[in-house]
């Protein structure tokens, strides 16, 4: 209980609806990778986790240049390989995802016969501060029903004050959402807030439940070790 409520007192402090549910990680590394399996799972019908990738479409990935290496990291063992992480120009002063870019190499991979999976987009990226045009980019993956993961590890945290809410203003359309208290709001390392908008999609790509964990949704109580 007391989980539940320091995450839920993050999520209104950096103005994220009530649609989202959270879940404590070790890291915003072991978050991305969840995405990124969560959108290899979804693309695939959920049969990657059961038959492999052998046979499957080969999938795409779309993010900018300057996102964090835990995205490659993730691609790698999620299985999707360096080669199918699509990077998409930056544009601006805040050297964010060209939106417009990203909509186009969408089509053109789908009509290679690629099967595009997800975006992963920065606010805050580590290198250079990079803040990617998050309503412009929901827009685009709600159009192409794509999975979109917002990496906001490092200057999520800067939410909590409303004049930058701006730097992420779309937030809303995201599916999952991460950013690290313990790099701007003084709690103990490691806290990694973990938000997802459908739980079940996570809880699909991660649980397993041997009869000594059938516990979820058991009187009450969600099993954590379903969510990481």
Same mark, same amino acid.
């Given at each position: 209980?007391?989980?539940?409520?320091?995450?839920?007192?993050?999520?209104?402090?950096?103005?994220?609806?009530e649609g989202f549910h959270s879940v404590i990680q070790d890291s915003a590394s072991? *978050?991305?990778?969840?995405?990124?399996?969560?959108?290899?799972?979804?693309?695939?019908?959920?049969?990657?986790?059961?038959?492999?990738? #052998?046979?499957?479409?080969?999938?795409?990935?779309?993010?900018?240049?300057?996102?964090? #290496?835990?995205?490659?990291?993730?691609?790698?063992?999620?299985?999707?390989?360096?080669?199918?992480?699509?990077?998409?120009?930056?544009?601006?002063?805040?050297?964010?995802?060209?939106?417009?870019?990203?909509?186009?190499?969408?089509?053109?991979?789908?009509?290679?016969?690629?099967?595009? *999976?997800?975006?992963?987009?920065?606010?805050?990226?580590?290198?250079?501060?990079?803040?990617?045009?998050?309503?412009?980019?929901?827009?685009?993956?709600? *159009?192409?029903?794509?999975?979109?993961?917002?990496?906001?590890?490092?200057?999520?945290?800067?939410?909590?004050?409303?004049?930058?809410?701006?730097?992420?203003?779309?937030?809303?359309?995201?599916?999952?959402?991460?950013?690290?208290?313990?790099?701007?709001?003084?709690?103990?390392?490691?806290?990694?807030?973990?938000?997802?908008?459908?739980?079940?999609?996570? #809880?699909?790509?991660?649980?397993?439940?041997?009869?000594?964990?059938?516990?979820?949704?058991?009187?009450?109580?969600?099993?954590?070790?379903?969510?990481?």
């Amino acid at each position: 209980e007391m989980e539940t409520r320091m995450m839920d007192w993050l999520r209104q402090a950096i103005a994220l609806p009530e649609g989202f549910h959270s879940v404590i990680q070790d890291s915003a590394s072991t *978050a991305t990778l969840a995405a990124v399996l969560t959108m290899r799972e979804r693309a695939l019908g959920w049969a990657g986790n059961r038959e492999g990738l #052998t046979g499957q479409p080969r999938l795409r990935v779309y993010a900018s240049t300057e996102v964090h #290496t835990s995205v490659d990291r993730a691609i790698w063992i999620a299985g999707i390989g360096q080669e199918n992480l699509v990077r998409i120009p930056i544009k601006g002063p805040l050297r964010g995802m060209d939106p417009d870019a990203l909509a186009a190499r969408i089509a053109a991979d789908r009509a290679e016969g690629y099967l595009p *999976a997800g975006i992963i987009a920065c606010t805050g990226g580590t290198g250079m501060g990079a803040c990617d045009p998050i309503a412009d980019v929901a827009r685009v993956a709600e *159009a192409e029903g794509l999975y979109l993961h917002v990496d906001a590890a490092w200057a999520g945290a800067a939410m909590i004050c409303p004049e930058f809410r701006d730097l992420w203003e779309g937030i809303e359309g995201a599916d999952s959402i991460v950013f690290n208290p313990h790099k701007w709001l003084g709690t103990p390392f490691d806290l990694s807030a973990h938000f997802v908008k459908r739980p079940g999609d996570l #809880t699909r790509t991660l649980a397993i439940q041997p009869e000594y964990l059938k516990t979820h949704g058991h009187d009450g109580i969600i099993n954590y070790s379903e969510w990481s």
